[in-house]
């Protein structure tokens, strides 16, 4: 599986930017994918991570602010990132993991969003 992100930058505060992630393989509908993010001088942390039916799952520090969504037509897993904060800045990273109880088994190359005050 190999995962290609897009769509970081450098956005203003309050900004509404959306990453993108394209996958190969065809087992992509039949499994979790997700969006992981790293701060400067911090852990990685989940964002969002969706199941092939669309169920979600949200960190608390972007719930009810981003929105995780996919496409399986297109092999692409989609982060809606709304109402920024200079908090948010960090590398975005697109995953791609078996079942709900498994940490990531692949992981993309990395997005960087960079946000303004």
């Known amino acids: 599986v190999q995962l290609q992100a897009s769509g970081g930058g450098l956005v203003q505060a309050g900004g509404s930017p959306r990453l993108s992630c394209a996958a190969s393989g065809s087992i992509f509908s039949y499994n979790v994918m997700g969006w992981y993010r790293q701060a400067p001088g911090k852990q990685r942390e989940l964002v969002a991570v969706i199941n092939s039916v669309g169920s979600t799952n949200y960190a608390d520090s972007v719930k009810d602010r981003f929105t995780i969504s996919r496409d399986n037509s297109k092999r692409t897993v989609y982060l809606q990132m709304n109402s920024l904060k200079p908090e948010d800045t960090a590398v975005y990273y697109c995953?791609?993991?078996?079942?709900?109880?498994?940490?990531?088994?692949?992981w993309g190359q990395g997005t960087l969003v960079t946000v303004s005050s």
């Open positions: 995953t791609f993991q078996w079942s709900w109880r498994d940490e990531p088994a692949y």
